[in-house]
């Protein structure tokens, strides 16, 4: 299976090291060391893409915002990120000597793989210290350490740590009938325009597997029951800060009962239709590589 996007970034995240702060002073004050700027879960962009700046030419970057967080170092070049949130749009774009400020969705066709792994990376990065100022348990007020990837509490000193949220997403295939077309079960979420179908998927609940998730995911929003549940891959997903896990899963009948309130419909397609439908069209989406792998099953 090819590299799923958002993936591989071939960055060193150094998880012995970036607890040393005088290591983490030191990438900071190597000339070549990189800084990518985002403001609120979005790249500042040129006409040549995402503004990426060397240390050497950073200094009104470093001295406007907060402390940067350690991404990582490939190729010997480290690579921070630096959130610019706290000024106005127009102010950041300026600071930033960018043009606009763009969604890594709208840029990922012009992106290499690695590329799109670390905005994706510092995106999720930033927002979690956005939203972790203040303590969960006491509400006291927190501070960054390990360059960016831990935050402690000054007044109970509890440790808070990056999360990711897993969700599921699976492409349900019917019970196989003979002379039958093979079949796969697409829904139109709430929301989306006439004639848009895409696979199921959701959030994994505390104290479910994997598994039991797509079945539930399932029987909940489709009506479908579901027996064999097979693990495809795993794509970070930045939006903020989730992580894709794909499968395919085997329906124990065809019935559909939508529920109504994610789904507005769901039917069976078979191959042919899946075509025609252009399901599967985000190139950026594990999705895409969960319909491809069955429609070419079929060739």
Not at 122 to 137: I, P, S, T, V, Y
Not at 155 to 174: D, H, Q, S
Not at 285 to 295: A, K, M, P, Q, T
Request: charged residues 25%; aromatic residues 8%.
């Amino acid at each position: 299976m090819p590299k799923l996007p958002y993936a591989a970034s071939g960055l060193d995240r150094g998880g012995s090291r970036r607890g040393d702060e005088l290591w983490i002073g030191g990438l900071l004050a190597e000339p070549a060391t990189e800084i990518i700027p985002m403001w609120r879960d979005r790249c500042l962009t040129t006409g040549a893409g995402p503004v990426r700046r060397c240390v050497a030419e950073a200094a009104d970057l470093l001295a406007a915002a907060g402390q940067p967080v350690f991404l990582g170092v490939r190729a010997g070049r480290a690579l921070f990120a630096m959130d610019l949130s706290e000024l106005a749009e127009p102010a950041a774009v300026r600071l930033a000597g960018a043009g606009a400020t763009s969604d890594i969705r709208a840029l990922f066709g012009d992106l290499s793989g690695p590329d799109a792994a670390a905005l994706a990376y510092a995106k999720g990065m930033l927002r979690w210290h956005r939203e972790q100022r203040f303590c969960g348990a006491c509400g006291g007020p927190t501070r960054t350490g390990h360059g960016g990837h831990q935050r402690g509490c000054d007044n109970c000193g509890r440790l808070l740590f990056p999360r990711i949220e897993p969700a599921v997403i699976m492409l349900v295939t019917a019970p196989p009938e003979p002379g039958r077309a093979d079949r796969c079960l697409l829904a139109r979420h709430r929301g989306a325009k006439l004639g848009s179908f895409a696979t199921l998927a959701g959030f994994v609940e505390i104290g479910e597997s994997f598994e039991d998730a797509v079945r539930r995911e399932v029987a909940e929003e489709a009506g479908v029951p579901v027996g064999d549940v097979a693990y495809v891959g795993s794509q970070p997903w930045p939006f903020p800060s989730g992580i894709m896990v794909g499968f395919r899963a085997l329906a124990l009948a065809d019935a559909i009962d939508v529920d109504g309130e994610e789904l507005e419909e769901a039917r069976w397609f078979t191959r042919d239709e899946a075509r025609a439908a252009n399901v599967g069209q985000r190139h950026d989406s594990i999705e895409h590589y969960l319909i491809e792998g069955w429609l070419g099953e079929g060739a």
